[in-house]
């Protein structure tokens, strides 16, 4: 398949973990999804601050976002890179509200996850604008060569009990995403990336896509958050069948 969105390049997700950012949704567009955001968490864009809400596994219930992951622009680049059985498997918001002290150290997903194998392809969207101040994803390019140890941080800062020994870490490498709303950055499971904290007065609504490929095995008693964990069959065929009994059930219409 032939993709030919600005800012998406092949080779450079295969040289460097990542590719973009590509815009997929307009500005206004983006604007409705963070109203529909909002509306969700009981707060208004205008006054946005802390929220108890699960940030996990909403698209098992509203199927507006649920429609996220099968957006056919975000799938067209999926494929170009994964081929073309695609599963989607979880869907993740990731929420800085003003002011927030929580960071995301740097850290490899394919740590968290008990899959087999562990190969994965996030879709990282921006609802809103992300820049340094308000804690913007960060990359270091080609980092995805090897496994990273993961150790107990000890860090009240951090948002994950575990991540890489930042003596580990060349952030002089690091790419800083600044992301107008629309915009997604994609990149692999072994990609080392992080987040400061958020010491500004807006907000940063992000969320991710994951994607894998049917035959990749979720190894479900190993989850510590299983019930979160479902897998959908977003094109393509599955011949494998490992993960029948995990199958997602798309919602209905809002």
Same mark, same amino acid.
């Given at each position: 398949?032939?993709?030919?969105l600005? +800012?998406?390049?092949?080779e450079?997700f &295969?040289?460097?973990g990542f590719?973009?950012p ?6 206004a567009?983006?604007a409705e999804?963070r109203?529909?955001?909002y509306?969700e968490?009981g707060q208004?864009e205008a @006054?946005? +601050? ?6 996990? #596994?909403?698209? @098992?219930?509203?199927?507006w976002? !649920?429609?996220l =992951? #099968?957006?056919? &622009?975000?799938l067209?680049l999926i494929?170009?890179? &994964?081929?073309?059985n695609l599963?989607?498997w979880?869907?993740?918001? *990731? !929420?800085k509200?003003?002011?927030? /002290?929580?960071?995301?150290?740097w ?7 008990p899959?087999?194998p562990v190969?994965n392809i996030?879709? *990282?969207?921006?609802f809103g ?7 913007c ?19 009240? &800062?951090? $948002? ?6 930042p003596?580990?870490i060349d952030?002089s490498? $690091? ?6 709303? /629309?915009?997604?950055v994609?990149?692999?499971?072994s990609a080392?990336?992080?987040s400061e =904290? ?8 992000? @969320?991710s896509?994951r !994607? ?8 479900m008693?190993? *989850?510590?958050?299983? /019930?979160?964990?479902?897998t959908?069959?977003?094109? /393509?065929a599955?011949?494998h @069948?490992?993960?029948d009994?995990i ?6 219409? #809002?």
């Open positions: 398949m032939l993709v030919t600005k +800012g998406f390049d092949v450079q &295969q040289a460097e590719t973009g590509v815009r997929v949704f307009s500005e567009e983006a999804l109203r529909k955001f509306a968490i208004d @006054h946005p +601050g802390p929220t108890n809400k699960p940030m996990s #596994a909403w698209h @098992h219930r509203l199927r976002f !649920y429609n =992951a #099968a957006n056919e &622009q975000i067209d494929e170009a890179l &994964q081929g073309p599963v989607m979880a869907m993740h918001f *990731w !929420y509200e003003p002011r927030s /002290g929580k960071r995301i150290p850290h490899q997903d394919g740590e968290f996850w899959m087999t190969k996030s879709a *990282w969207v921006a604008p992300a820049f340094r101040a308000n804690g994803l960060r990359i270091i390019p080609g980092s995805h060569r090897r496994k990273y140890a993961h150790i107990d941080l000890k860090d009240p &800062q951090s $948002a994950f009990g575990k991540g890489i020994d003596r580990e952030e490498k $690091a790419i800083d995403f600044e992301l107008r709303p /629309g915009e997604v994609i990149f692999n499971e080392i990336h992080g =904290a958020n010491t500004s007065g807006t907000a940063r609504v992000a @969320h896509i !994607y894998t490929t049917p035959e990749v095995k979720f190894l008693e190993q *989850w510590s958050d299983a /019930g979160r964990i479902r959908y069959l977003m094109r /393509g599955d011949t @069948h490992l993960n009994a199958r997602g059930a798309v919602p209905a219409d #809002a």
